[in-house]
């Protein structure tokens, strides 16, 4: 183990950069266990079999490994030498093995295994970057994640790990795909019912603000104030504080990779495409492509809170679960405009191949065009698509 002070700098950095953009773990649950591991760790005799928070959930030790490890790519320096970073890779690797993942999985240490593994992922290393995406997603679904966790009975909490496992699972494995050029692993829509992740801060999952949070209409915050008041209902207790604008941003994320993995199945499928299967997916993009302009509109307009509840005002330099959120809310708005063009570029695709080959050579130039000169919006692709439409029909 590193010393307690290097520990505590790598677990904020893993915070700052890597959970905002990694949602596993429940942070005010790992804090706790954090502090109880320490608690016990620094009386340790090391001829006594550990006690404590150890004894009560073993695979908490690869989870913590995982942590730490994050923490030496996060943004502040750790002033750790490359073998301690090693060290710390190899105590995640052993830790895991203690405690027979993949063969008896957990919570824990899958999501150890998770944050890891996402760490390594290289783009140039196509094949050996999606082969632990398998291993996960069997793992998940012999753990059950599959199915909601309100079928089990579980606390709230446990349910909300559940899906968030499930989902980074679901958006990984499209992401890798993308870079290896292969179809998504065989999981068809009707084969799982996890619902999506939550919206609220952590603090706040499994209080009465979540049942109101999911009543609650999903343009809340383009709401004025006496709207939101109606919406709210009587209580009226949900405001801006309670959202998490990590999680308003994952569930963009997970909404366009869930699309973008009906477009790989269906093009990757040995049956050829037929137009009006093209027109179906284009009005699934059309309307995914609305939901999110919304999403980002609803992200420019969030006041952004920090943990002690007290407004972060535009000029102030504050920070939001140790990471500073004006730079985060202006990226993840990129980031999903991007990833909506992705997804018209993806539809786009099979017009470039096949019996469509010819009647697409003209559009693909005026497509590259477009985008080289920086002026290509998902309105003028539109526009271009129909004319491609209605040529194709016609010939």
């Given amino acids: 183990m590193p010393s307690k002070q290097a520990s505590y700098a790598l677990y904020y950095n893993f915070l700052s950069g890597i959970h905002p953009i990694t949602l596993l773990v429940h942070v005010q649950t790992f804090r706790s266990q954090y502090d109880r591991f320490w608690e016990w760790y620094s009386t340790w005799n090391r001829e006594e079999i550990p006690t404590g928070i150890l004894a009560e959930v073993p695979s908490f030790l690869p989870l913590l490994f995982a942590v730490l490890f994050a923490g030496s790519f996060g943004p502040h320096n750790t002033s750790l030498s490359p073998e301690d970073v090693t060290t710390l890779y190899s105590s995640h690797s052993y830790s895991l093995s203690l405690v027979a993942f993949p063969q008896s999985p957990t919570i824990y240490s899958l999501c150890a295994f998770l944050i890891v593994q996402n760490l390594l992922v290289r783009e140039e290393e196509a094949l050996s970057a999606c082969s632990f995406i398998g291993i996960a997603l069997r793992a998940a679904q012999a753990m059950g994640l599959h199915r909601d966790g309100s079928h089990f009975g579980l606390d709230p909490i446990q349910t909300e790990i559940r899906r968030r496992i499930w989902w980074h699972i679901i958006h990984t494995d499209v992401m890798t795909c993308l870079s290896a050029g292969l179809p998504p692993l065989m999981v068809v829509d009707y084969l799982y019912d996890t619902k999506m992740i939550n919206e609220l801060k952590d603090d706040y999952i499994g209080t009465p603000e979540e049942i109101l ?183």
């Fill in 213 to 395: 949070q999911a009543e609650s209409p999903q343009t809340y915050f383009e709401k004025s104030g006496k709207e939101k008041s109606t919406a709210l209902g009587a209580s009226g207790s949900l405001d801006g504080s309670r959202i998490c604008i990590y999680h308003v941003v994952a569930i963009g994320r997970y909404e366009i990779t869930s699309l973008m993995r009906k477009l790989l199945r269906r093009q990757f499928s040995v049956e050829p495409i037929t137009l009006e299967e093209i027109a179906s997916l284009k009005r699934a993009v059309d309307q995914q492509s609305s939901e999110t302009a919304a999403r980002i509109r609803r992200i420019a307009m969030m006041q952004l809170y920090s943990s002690d509840g007290e407004e972060i005002r535009a000029h102030r330099s504050n920070s939001f679960g140790g990471v500073s959120v004006r730079p985060f809310q202006s990226w993840s708005q990129r980031l999903l405009r991007l990833m909506t063009h992705k997804t018209y570029s993806m539809l786009y695709q099979p017009l470039l191949r096949g019996k469509y080959g010819k009647v697409s050579s003209r559009a693909r130039r005026e497509y590259v065009f477009q985008t080289l000169a920086g002026s290509f919006s998902i309105n003028s692709f539109t526009v271009r698509y129909d004319i491609v439409m209605a040529i194709s029909k016609t010939s």
